[in-house]
């Protein structure tokens, strides 16, 4: 990601930036994969009406 | 870990607004319809319907298989699965602006609510759109194929489109330019999995108004979900690096 963070100017292209804002994003993809993915029947169940809502792939 | 707890609060901030909006619209423009797919699904394990071939009707009624009163607990109708509903809603907006803050924030992040109405239009073009052509919304009851691999194909949908949006927006290079779109293009010319047979027992002007609905509040959280993030970002994180943007 050197490539990334070399156009935004040498006060911010810390490891430890992108770091942080990696565990957030992969923060929130667990969040949504689990509302949205998870097999679990109480998920599936509780969430139906959101799953066909979002159009996640669902039943 | 000043940044992470600031990405947090601020996604925070902006899904639960989205995510309550969106609750609000699927409430009268989604539930409804869904509600009324459900009573040709249960129709359907009532008496079963003749879907002309016997491998068709055993595939549809494979795809019958949620019936919540076999297969465990689940929220009962009225308000109880309404507020499952609207709870996934709101986490998944918490969800999907950490996801849009991170990426946002490693490309120099939203500057003001305009810009971030293109991010969300983004947004809705990765997570809604270009997954929604392949599969379109699906109401209870509508034949799907095998599970798994629709979620394979989602999944991979998102990825391309999210990686070429961002070679289109944030390198400036007509090669890559063109592999974004050439990745956006991709996994429609794969093409998703597709059930055996489309016979269903849900009229198909039901679910034409389900997939316009589902498309149109998704739009509209995306675009919240931008707008909100890119009004409340400035006070926590700063102005936004000095870049060259598309906004």
Redesign the interface.
């Known amino acids: 990601?050197n490539t990334?963070?070399t156009?935004?100017?040498a006060d911010?292209t810390s490891a430890?930036?992108?770091m942080?804002?990696?565990?957030?994003?992969l923060?929130?993809?667990?969040?949504?994969g689990f509302?949205?993915?998870s097999?679990m029947?109480?998920v599936?169940?509780?969430?139906?009406?959101?799953?066909?809502?979002?159009?996640?792939?669902?039943? | 870990?000043t940044?992470?707890r600031n990405?947090?609060f601020i996604?925070a901030l902006a899904g639960l607004c989205a995510g309550i909006v969106?609750a609000a619209l699927?409430s009268f423009a989604?539930?409804p319809l869904?509600l009324q797919a459900e009573t040709f699904e249960n129709a359907g394990e009532a008496a079963p319907h003749d879907h002309g071939t016997p491998a068709a009707g055993e595939q549809a009624a494979a795809?019958h298989?949620?019936d919540?009163d076999e297969?465990?607990?689940?929220?009962a109708d009225g308000f109880e699965?309404f507020f499952?509903?609207a709870a996934?809603?709101a986490?998944?907006g918490?969800?999907?602006?950490?996801?849009?803050?991170?990426?946002s924030?490693?490309?120099?992040g939203i500057s003001s609510w305009r810009n971030g109405l293109f991010w969300g239009f983004a947004g809705f073009a990765v997570f809604?759109l270009a997954?929604?052509l392949g599969?379109?919304?699906?109401?209870?009851a509508m034949p799907?194929a095998d599970?798994a691999s629709?979620?394979v194909w989602?999944v991979g949908t998102v990825i391309a489109t999210a990686a070429g949006l961002w070679l289109i927006a944030?390198r400036k290079s007509l090669p890559l330019a063109a592999l974004g779109v050439a990745l956006i293009v991709l996994p429609h010319v794969i093409g998703a999995p597709q059930p055996e047979s489309h016979d269903s027992p849900v009229p198909a002007d039901l679910h034409h108004s389900f997939v316009v609905a589902?498309t149109i509040?998704?739009l509209v959280f995306w675009l919240v979900l931008g707008a909100v993030a890119g009004m409340i970002r400035s006070r926590f994180l700063g102005q936004p690096?000095?870049?060259g943007s598309f906004a």
């Open positions: 990601m990334v963070t156009t935004l100017g911010v430890s930036k992108f942080q804002l990696a565990m957030a994003g923060l929130g993809v667990f969040v949504v509302l949205g993915f097999h029947e109480v599936h169940n509780a969430g139906h009406d959101y799953r066909h809502s979002l159009a996640f792939p669902c039943h | 870990m940044l992470f990405v947090v996604a969106l699927q989604t539930v869904i795809s298989s949620h919540h297969e465990g607990w689940a929220p699965r499952y509903t996934a809603n986490l998944s918490i969800g999907f602006g950490l996801v849009l803050l991170a990426v924030e490693l490309s120099g809604t997954p929604g599969l379109p919304p699906e109401l209870p799907a599970l629709r979620q989602w944030f589902v509040t998704n690096a000095l870049r």
